[in-house]
């Protein structure tokens, strides 16, 4: 028979796919058929950890800074369109109150004005500035508590579940009643 000659282990690819992947250092020197301590040493030696930590940091980053471009576009191009319909309500709405007053101040009959289309501007104009408000992430009181009512009942249902952290803050009060618990009910009992 021959003698097998071993292959060098191609530590470029090796490394890369470590960096790159979930993969384990076990699970690559299985694959490479390597001494798993061969594969930790050199690991080690050239700090295989650090940079693939590295390389996670910097993908992650990149990636929430494309989603923050993507959202931020998306509020902009939001803004921009309520902006023209609050535009359009304002020169509509204008129309119609000067229709009633002349450039003089007198006031004309109430019949040239259309009240239903005032209605349905202020309606659409009010619609607009709470869409506003939502892509700006402002939260009117009302929606602030809501909010707060909601984040109540999920830390209610965390408790039930078990889920919640059940750290209470010792406030001292099991500590002032310990060895008074009878003199605080003797105190309950003469009063009666």
């Known amino acids: ?84 319909v609050l535009d359009a309500c304002e020169t509509i709405l204008s129309e119609q109150l000067t229709k009633g007053i002349d450039m003089y101040g007198n006031t004309y009959d109430s019949d040239i004005i259309n009240h239903s289309k005032i209605a349905r501007i202020m309606e659409t104009l009010e619609k607009a500035q709470i869409s506003h408000r939502k892509s700006e992430n402002i939260i009117d009181a009302i929606d602030k508590q809501k909010l707060d009512i909601e984040k109540e009942k999920l830390t209610i249902m965390q408790a039930k579940s078990g889920q919640a952290d059940t750290t209470i803050e010792d406030d001292g009060f099991l500590d002032a009643l310990k060895g008074r618990t009878k003199e605080v009910w003797a105190d309950d009992s003469e009063e009666d």
């Open 1 to 84: 028979m021959k003698d097998e000659v071993k292959k060098k282990p191609n530590w470029i690819k090796i490394r890369n796919e470590y960096e790159t992947s979930n993969i384990s250092q076990r699970k690559l020197a299985e694959k490479y058929k390597i001494s798993f301590s061969t594969l930790q040493c050199r690991a080690k030696r050239e700090a295989w950890l650090k940079s693939k930590n590295e390389n996670h940091d910097k993908i992650m980053t990149k990636s929430r800074q494309k989603s923050i471009e993507k959202i931020s576009d998306r509020n902009s191009r939001h803004i921009s369109l309520v902006d023209k």
